[in-house]
């Protein structure tokens, strides 16, 4: 990632808070309040026939699709320059029924397609002898609108140069082997010049895809804070309002229609707070992505769906608090010889599991002592996982010498970890309720320690299944060869120092929470009915997927099946006169 990719815009939030809070009734900068009506017109800076409010993994491809309709297309970004949370991203997309798929004589019918997506997203209600599986009509629709149109999507932007791919076909679902289920590898598609360990993905989707859209005529203007939307008398969305890096507002025309694809709301402690099922301290998503669309569509009338879930995964808890830009997910806790424990020194999760599905982990409650025991927990690994599991892609806590390290805790011996970790959970104290190790910590943890050597010496860990699943021997990363217990994710961890450690908590790779949309993209109002010219797409609306993460890339495929749907809608809008 570059400086430039990971710099977000000077434009003060305050501008954004005065323009679109609700109840607002003047703009400090000039011109309407956020989705205000405009009585008499009013003159626009520039114009467009669709303006796109995001240059990142949803904004770029629905620019796209819109500009090869014939469209005069412009996307406005906050930050300095395109990507947004696209361009840290291995950029994995999971397209169901994909072409690559097909031409290689597998099947994935859309029946079995959606009882996977309908057990997952929904598995309190889901009954496969129902017409939509115990999904509502709305959750049944948007799905069935991913099948339809991720790969049309994915194969028009290979066609056009924008978004080469090379199929992943050993890569499973990430319940895959889920009883009763049938859930095919092969969904999986990556940048085709990614390079071979695929976590580079973001870097080479984003500058193909920037590449085309400037090559196609898309203008992109970046430092371009949108803070509302303009509307006319008959409560069209006509164009937008946008605060610029240099302090000044302007207002920006859409003829046809105004598509919002600006990203979640991961870096808005107050959204986090009010809608977030989970105490999380941030996450890695563009530093740009505070909930703007929420805001801006408070004055509108939209519902707001799926608000309380994240792209979720574990993350570094130095990092999270210090909004370090640079920060990824921990998509692999890697070493064998290492595990992680709470508080008390205890395991408490399967390290391997997927990280999706390890958050909730960090977040339970425990009501006799009223505190999370596990908010911050510790992973611990000694000079073997240090030597040969060390790596720079997916998130990795362990990484080589000579990379930012700053987050690892180093000790000679057990005793001298402990008083490192202490000390730096001391150091986060004010942010973390005071969180301190037990007084038993480091018995527990000896016991803890002699306890998973018994269960990886013997290849099996009765207590927590790791490394059962084939999804976590994929993730599983670099380990030194040689172990002999038919295991690869567990090796005993050493009696012997150096020992180190890492502070790890939950978080986002993005909120997947906001306005309700139908499945062309279209905004929806209280009474269910599109908002005329006004869409939206990607993280900054409400996703069907419920709390699940289906499989790797099921954020990106998902997006561009919407950008296409989107686009071919906006397309189709009447001219405004306004």
């Not at 400090?28 to 114009?47: F, H, K, M, N, R």
């Not at 803890?448 to 207590?463: E, Q, V």
């Amino acid at each position: 990632m570059t400086d430039k990719q990971q710099k977000p815009s000077s434009i003060s939030r305050r501008h954004f808070i005065k323009t679109s809070g609700a109840g607002a009734a003047a703009v400090a900068l000039g011109g309407l309040p956020a989705g205000s009506v405009s009585a008499t017109p009013q003159a626009y800076d520039s114009e467009h026939d669709i303006v796109v409010c995001g240059g990142g993994g949803s904004g770029l491809p629905a620019a796209l699709f819109a500009r090869w309709l014939g469209n005069d297309v412009a996307i406005l970004e906050k930050a300095a320059s395109p990507g947004g949370t696209a361009a840290k991203a291995a950029f994995w997309y999971w397209v169901p029924n994909n072409k690559a798929l097909r031409d290689a004589g597998n099947t994935d019918p859309k029946p079995e397609f959606m009882r996977y997506v309908a057990r997952l997203s929904r598995p309190q209600s889901y009954d496969p002898s129902l017409p939509k599986l115990g999904l509502s009509d709305w959750e049944y629709e948007m799905c069935e609108a991913i099948y339809e149109s991720a790969s049309p999507a994915v194969e028009l932007l290979a066609e056009k140069g924008a978004l080469p791919y090379r199929h992943v076909p050993d890569v499973p679902d990430y319940w895959a082997d889920l009883a009763g289920e049938n859930a095919p590898m092969g969904r999986v598609l990556i940048p085709k010049d990614t390079s071979p360990s695929m976590a580079d993905g973001g870097q080479v989707a984003i500058r193909t895809l920037t590449v085309a859209a400037r090559r196609d005529g898309v203008k992109i203007h970046t430092g371009q804070r949108v803070v509302g939307v303009i509307r006319n008398e008959k409560g069209r969305a006509v164009g937008v309002e946008v605060a610029t890096e240099e302090g000044t507002t302007r207002r920006v025309r859409a003829r046809k229609a105004v598509i919002f694809a600006s990203g979640g709301f991961t870096h808005d402690p107050e959204l986090r707070r009010n809608f977030l099922s989970m105490p999380v301290y941030g996450g890695c998503a563009a530093l740009t992505n505070e909930g703007d669309f929420v805001r801006i569509s408070s004055n509108l009338g939209v519902q707001l769906g799926n608000m309380n879930y994240a792209w979720s995964c574990p993350i570094l808890l130095e990092k999270a608090l210090a909004k370090d830009g640079s920060m990824s997910g921990i998509f692999t806790m890697t070493g064998d010889s290492m595990l992680m424990v709470n508080k008390y020194g205890q395991r408490v999760v399967n390290e391997k599991t997927l990280y999706n599905e390890m958050v909730p982990t960090f977040f339970q409650w425990d009501g006799t002592r009223a505190e999370y025991p596990n908010l911050v927990m510790c992973s611990i690994w000694d000079q073997r996982a240090q030597d040969h599991s060390a790596s720079k892609d997916y998130g990795s806590q362990i990484v080589p010498d000579g990379t930012d390290n700053r987050h690892v805790i180093k000790g000679e011996t057990l005793e001298d970890l402990i008083k490192g970790i202490a000390a730096r959970l001391h150091q986060y104290r004010s942010d973390t309720g005071n969180l301190k190790l037990s007084p038993d910590f480091l018995n527990n943890l000896k016991a803890t320690i002699h306890r998973f050597n018994d269960l990886a010496r013997n290849g099996r860990d009765l207590d927590f299944q790791r490394g059962e699943r084939a999804v976590e021997r994929m993730f599983n990363g670099h380990v030194k060869p040689g172990s002999k217990s038919g295991n690869p994710t567990m090796y005993p961890i050493s009696n012997r120092g150096p020992y180190y450690a890492a502070l790890i908590t939950g978080g986002t790779l993005d909120t997947k929470g906001g306005p309700r949309t139908n499945s062309h993209g279209q905004v929806l109002d209280y009474a269910n009915k599109p908002i005329p010219g006004l869409y939206g797409i990607g993280n900054c609306v409400a996703s069907p997927s419920g709390r699940a993460y289906w499989s790797g890339g099921a954020t990106l495929g998902p997006i561009m099946a919407f950008a296409y749907r989107a686009a071919n809608q906006a397309h189709a809008e009447p001219l405004s006169q306004d």
